[in-house]
Nanobody, 121 residues
Framework: QVQLQESGGGMVQPGGSLRLSCAAS????????MGWYRQAPGKQRELVAT???????NYADSVKGRFSISRDNAKNTVFLEMNTLKPEDTAVYYC???????????????WGQGTQVTVSS
């Protein structure tokens, strides 16, 4: 019923930049929040950044000042601009959405399939 389609991952050298995009589609009534989580090998999935429909943002301390999240509410799309990338940013990045489906009372949480980001020289 809902698809989160990510794009923009890849390999970049330390200090470089990447931009991730994620578009939500399906029987969506409203989106409360969208954002990004990541999971590095051997580690738990962690928050990177989220943004509510009202524009409030939340960033992991490790990415503050380097990453920027933004949304196109009309297109149900979220972006993550990643600058000054470090090797420790290497992970699979997952798109996240908390949204309400048409004819469904309560909102649910949905995840994309993940996109690999590798920072290496």
């Amino acid at each position: 019923q809902v698809q989160l389609q990510e794009s923009g991952g890849g390999m970049v050298q330390p200090g470089g930049s990447l931009r991730l995009s994620c578009a939500a589609s399906g029987s969506i009534f409203s989106i409360n929040a969208m954002g990004w989580y990541r999971q590095a090998p051997g580690k738990q999935r962690e928050l990177v950044a989220t943004q509510t429909s009202g524009g409030s943002t939340n960033y992991a301390d490790s990415v503050k000042g380097r990453f920027s999240i933004s949304r196109d509410n009309a297109k149900n799309t979220v972006f993550l601009e990643m600058n000054t990338l470090k090797p420790e940013d290497t992970a699979v990045y997952y798109c996240y959405a908390r949204l309400q489906l048409i004819f469904v009372r309560n909102p649910g949480e949905y995840w994309g399939q993940g996109t690999q980001v590798t920072v290496s020289s």
